[in-house]
């Protein structure tokens, strides 16, 4: 059974940076791909980033140059650091598995960035 946690959010002003990890098992994790998506309240969710098994990485107009996705395949682990954030990003940020979302969701972990 696969298992998505993920960690890291919390509150930050606006311009800071927080980096969020999503811990995996349950899958063979070196030959996944893995996605970070984020909703907000009252819209959908959206995908932030994601990462091929490769290490091919495709982001969200939004968030380049901003945003890094990353994986240490060692500790089945993927990472999403997040810099200058702004306060239209507060929203709850969960990975899934696959190039599309192909799992189910976990609870998220809540990021919250005051103005």
């Known amino acids: 059974q696969v298992q998505l946690v993920e960690s890291g959010g919390g509150l930050v002003q606006a311009g800071g940076s927080l980096r969020l990890s999503c811990a995996a098992s349950?899958?063979?994790?070196?030959?996944?791909?893995f996605g970070w998506y984020r909703q907000a309240p009252g819209k959908q969710r959206e995908l932030v980033a994601r990462i091929s098994a490769s290490g091919i990485t495709n982001y969200a107009d939004s968030v380049k140059g901003r945003f890094t996705i990353s994986r240490d395949n060692a500790k089945d682990t993927v990472y999403l650091q997040m810099n200058s954030l702004k306060p239209e990003e507060t929203a709850v940020y969960s990975c899934n598995v696959g190039w599309t979302p192909s799992g189910s969701w976990g609870q998220g972990t809540q990021v919250t960035v005051s103005s």
């Open positions: 349950g899958i063979t994790f070196g030959i996944s791909a």
